[in-house]
């Protein structure tokens, strides 16, 4: 099975910034695409970011010139740099990753996080 384990989340000031981690273990093939989402209370999961092994990168338009999506896939871990909050920034942040187990051929792995608190007051 894959885990992924985020960290980083906390509390700031609107206009500071924050950078979230997220480390992956488990039987995934190393060619994935790995993203970052969120959910504020009472609203459904968007997407916030998402790199694949060759680093290319999307992001949502209301992200987008504010965080910046990275990974290391020597260490397996994803990054997001988040500068710039907002209070409208304010949800749980959960990683994810989306690729192929290396346990049954053609299995597909979607695999999420526990997720981590990100909070910006005004």
């Known amino acids: 099975q894959v885990q992924l384990v985020e960290s980083g989340g906390g509390l700031v000031q609107a206009g500071g910034s924050l950078r979230l981690s997220c480390v992956v273990s488990?039987?995934?093939?190393?060619?994935?695409?790995m993203g970052w989402y969120r959910q504020a209370l009472g609203k459904q999961r968007e997407l916030v970011a998402t790199?694949?092994?060759?680093?290319?990168?999307n992001y949502s338009d209301s992200v987008k010139g504010r965080f910046t999506i990275s990974r290391d896939n020597a260490k397996n871990t994803a990054y997001l740099q988040m500068n710039s909050l907002k209070p409208e920034d304010t949800a749980v942040y959960y990683c994810?990753?989306?690729?192929?187990?290396?346990?049954?051929?053609?299995?597909?792995?979607?695999?999420w996080g526990q997720g981590t608190q990100v909070t910006v007051s005004s």
């Open positions: 994810n990753v989306k690729g192929l187990a290396t346990s049954w051929v053609g299995r597909r792995v979607d695999a």
């Open positions: 488990g039987s995934i093939f190393s060619n994935n695409v």
């Open positions: 790199i694949s092994s060759g680093h290319s990168t």
